[in-house]
């Protein structure tokens, strides 16, 4: 399978047939542009709302149609030989397909660039010697800079050919990573594609160690379920969960890259803070028992508690009679209310109206013919709504939670039996509480307040969600996830050995079942892309401590020389810091992006010592440029992200960073697994025993 780079004529030069190619489908997709910029739609809109809608949807097509310069217009293209009753090769006998991150058409309506969605497309990812899938040649483009500088063919039907690995697609794995995350649209492989494609009605789990492709692979599966469901996902609506706002930044341009420009980007902690500003920070122990799922039965009973049966008759007046319902006969409706488990706000908007229909069947009874209007008008009496009031109250979310951290006794009365003492005094606030503006909540006190929302009134349901890092949500956290997918569907992506919360999942089925999705399918990525094989072998060594039975990650590339463990010469913080600084300035020798990471602690002490220098350097989520490639990585915030190169200061320091001992070597697993092709780990205190 040669790759094949020189320049000719066109007519005998496939290489130079392909450029052209290039060039007359960035033609047409400007043509595409224009189109759409062109345009008028005052004859076609009935009033300015219509107008309004139908511009921001050409705004956005006209965005969508954009040509990016640097980003490959296709990638690969697809020769078929015949078609027997294939699907996805319908109509395609003896044609060629380009295969491309959108789809371009000529002025005549006829395909250039195929979308890689599209079911034509999907032996570029499916098929192989073994199963050809009637596709006679696959061919891969190269590019440098947007230009076309290299194809590569595999005949897939002939047997003389030997099967080889790809160099250019190894070679657009292995490119230096400079920017946000992009796209992996051009070197998905078969076990990434079945996931990418599974169908909208399912909810998918994805376990993937270090370097495996997994956020790239949910990122790719909501591209393709807008493409395959859009007009259902554009009245329901998509979105991308991630740990940190650094991380959303850096996967913020994929999306957009494939032509999809409406899905929204959130933390969990955006989707609960709508009601309370987090001003606050919890204890670990305090954070446990408020993430867990206990709390969502402590909480129901508190606000059930609010219901009391009524002691006394409801007397309506409606001009000259009096209507008289008794307190038994509410009572059974109360009763009826509270079996039937429906949301508090909705029962208590319920109980009037019920209310209200016993009395018009008593005016019924007595010949009166009383209509829809009079209910309601019932319904709203003086005499009814203080009825309500004493029965079935209105409760705020807010208050209901600062009562039940800041009273005790409310506290134990609907945790019995549920929290022991212990962590009912972990989780009560030591100082009272004026009020729910001056309150200083915690981030676990967001998603209390949300889940009593809920309680309330129900959370809006989004067609898709997808979430990132998810090892690390309480189960609290994956209700919260979970209210905002319940006719919907999930896409999660995680890796039980990064959980670095002391909350963290232990296993994919309890997730799942606080998601609400416990039927999900559960998917294991264990063939590595990113990481050198001997850099991710050197992390694996933590696996049997912090995730015992867990499959190490096989990475695909070797790369001899990619890892160098180092130990400061003089045991002192400026030896150390002067180490790192050479380290660092070693690897930036080389082409790409370099991340320092650091134990939290120690990130003040290594600004100066690269400022001082004279290294200019980026914090996460900062886009790294030509310019400037060296990023200073607090170990915190280093899950998701990846450089080319990575210094990593001090892996004790790293683990003794966090509470306990296994959450501190995961953190330091999340840290040597960053590097996509080299990493420098120095140390002056001892490396943990585990790494041996």
Not at 245 to 266: D, R, T
Not at 312 to 317: F, L, N, W
Not at 539 to 560: D, H, T
Not at 625 to 643: F, Q
Request: charged share 25%; hydrophobic share 40%.
């Amino acid at each position: 399978m040669p790759a094949h780079e020189h320049e000719s004529d066109t007519t005998t030069d496939p290489l130079a047939h392909e450029r052209a190619h290039l060039a007359a489908s960035r033609a047409a997709l400007r043509a595409m542009r224009e189109d759409a910029q062109a345009l008028n739609i005052r004859d076609v809109t009935a009033n300015w709302v219509n107008a309004a809608v139908l511009q921001a949807q050409i705004a956005d097509r006209i965005k969508s149609l954009a040509d990016l310069s640097h980003t490959p217009l296709f990638f690969g293209r697809l020769d078929y030989l015949h078609v027997v009753g294939a699907a996805q090769a319908e109509g395609a006998e003896g044609e060629q397909f380009y295969i491309g991150r959108r789809h371009v058409h000529d002025a005549d309506g006829d395909p250039m660039v195929i979308d890689w969605r599209a079911p034509v497309s999907q032996p570029f990812y499916r098929a192989s010697r073994k199963d050809p899938l009637d596709v006679g040649q696959r061919r891969r483009f190269g590019y440098t800079g947007g230009e076309l500088t290299a194809y590569e063919d595999e005949h897939l039907t002939d047997p003389s050919e030997a099967a080889q690995t790809s160099k250019l697609l190894q070679a657009e794995i292995e490119r230096p990573r400079v920017g946000p995350m992009r796209d992996i649209v051009a070197t998905i492989q078969p076990e990434q594609d079945e996931i990418v494609r599974s169908d909208l009605g399912g909810t998918v789990c994805v376990q993937g160690g270090p370097g495996t492709g997994k956020t790239a692979v949910g990122l790719h599966r909501v591209a393709y379920l807008l493409y395959a469901h859009r007009e259902r996902l554009a009245r329901t609506g998509t979105l991308v969960i991630g740990p940190n706002k650094s991380f959303l930044h850096y996967i913020e341009q994929v999306l957009p890259a494939l032509g999809e420009l409406e899905v929204k980007q959130a933390t969990v902690e955006d989707l609960v803070t709508a009601q309370v500003e987090v001003r606050g920070a919890d204890e670990a122990r305090a954070a446990v028992v408020k993430g867990d799922a206990r709390m969502a039965e402590v909480l129901r009973r508190a606000i059930r508690s609010h219901v009391t049966m009524p002691a006394e008759p409801v007397m309506v007046v409606r001009g000259s009679r009096r209507w008289r319902v008794p307190a038994y006969e509410i009572e059974e409706m109360v009763k009826e209310l509270l079996a039937r488990d429906m949301r508090y706000g909705a029962a208590h908007e319920a109980l009037p109206l019920r209310i209200a229909h016993a009395v018009l069947v008593r005016m019924e009874e007595a010949g009166e013919a009383p209509d829809d209007r009079v209910q309601n008008a019932v319904a709203r009496t003086p005499a009814v709504k203080a009825a309500v009031k004493a029965i079935w109250p209105a409760v705020e979310p807010s208050k209901l939670v600062l009562r039940l951290l800041s009273d005790p006794e409310f506290l134990a009365a609907h945790a019995d039996g549920l929290l022991s003492e212990d962590e009912q005094k972990a989780i009560v606030w030591t100082k009272p509480v004026r009020s729910v503006k001056s309150a200083k909540w915690s981030a676990a006190d967001a998603v209390l307040i949300d889940e009593a929302n809920d309680l309330v009134a129900r959370t809006h349901s989004l067609g898709h969600v997808v979430i990132d890092e998810a090892q690390d949500l309480s189960p609290m956290q994956y209700r919260a996830v979970g209210r905002r997918c319940s006719t919907g569907s999930a896409t999660v992506l995680g890796d039980l050995a990064q959980g670095t919360t002391p909350w963290s999942t232990q296993s994919w089925d309890q997730a799942l079942h606080h998601l609400g999705k416990s039927d999900a399918m559960v998917e294991e990525l264990t063939a590595g892309f990113r990481v050198p094989r001997e850099v991710i072998a050197y992390a694996s060594r933590l696996l049997p401590v912090i995730s015992p039975g867990l499959a190490a990650v096989e990475s695909v590339r070797e790369s001899p020389g990619s890892l160098s463990v180092r130990e400061a010469g003089a045991a002192t913080a400026d030896a150390l810091d002067a180490a790192v600084v050479a380290a660092c300035e070693e690897s930036l020798e080389q082409e790409g992006s370099t991340g320092l990471i650091a134990a939290d602690a120690r990130i003040p002490a290594l600004a100066e010592a690269l400022t001082a220098a004279g290294h200019t350097y980026l914090s996460p989520g900062q886009e790294t440029t030509a310019e400037s490639r060296l990023t200073l990585v607090p170990a915190s915030l280093a899950k998701g992200l990846e450089y080319d190169y990575v210094v990593l200061d001090e892996p004790a320091a790293v683990v003794d960073g966090e509470p306990d001992e296994r959450t501190g070597l995961r953190r330091l697993y999340v840290a040597l697994t960053r590097a996509v092709s080299g990493l420098i780990v120095l140390h002056a205190a001892p490396l943990p025993e585990e790494l041996g």
